[in-house]
């Protein structure tokens, strides 16, 4: 039973470390490259938004996957 | 008429919002051919995807421009955190209270929707035109 819990504190925990390391690449390179051509902001934050979500969508199924284990096959 | 170009790039956020929901309420059509159950599970999986991403946008786009892009760059940090918190509490919650569920309607439309939501965002990103 043990397993279980250390496979979803696996998956939710190597999920936010890799969504942790996009997200503060993602929005370093935002900063910096709004720093050099502020006329183009707005095109820039679209295209950040667009990244985040490809970004995120393997540690949100993550995130699914180890509350079914936690809460349905643990529980 | 010439448009401004904060208007060109805008993004199509409630176009985006409207597909989201007609893919949830379809799939949980589809689902429901298995039964009610499955049905119902399968547009609370969707409802799950749907309420943090929609929370997510909105606090991504509450402030634009050059001039605020640190505070859109701490709200976007500040919203992913939260929107996977509240993915999970929402898991979470329906793991605890919802009794019976259909498990494989849940996740699968869950997944499916995040999937989507991803391609959507990418295939229907504005262009800008120059």
Known sequence: MEMVFIAAALIIGLGALGA???????????????ARQPEMANQLQTKTFIMAGLLDAVPMIGVGIAMYLIFVVAG | MAKSGHRLNRVPLL???????????????????QGVLAGYSALVGGLIFLVPN?????QVYKVEGARNMSRMVGNLFRAESIKIALT?????AVFNLMEPIHVPALLFTFAVMVVMGAALRWFMRPKPQR
């Open chain 1, 20 to 34: 942790g390391i996009g997200f503060g690449l993602l929005g370093g390179k935002l900063l910096e490259s709004t």
């Open chain 2, 15 to 33: 176009r985006w919002l409207v597909i989201e929901t007609t893919a949830i309420v379809v799939m949980a059509l589809l689902w429901a051919t």
């Open chain 2, 54 to 58: 929609t929370w997510f946008a909105y």
């Open chain 2, 88 to 92: 999970a509490v929402f898991f979470a």
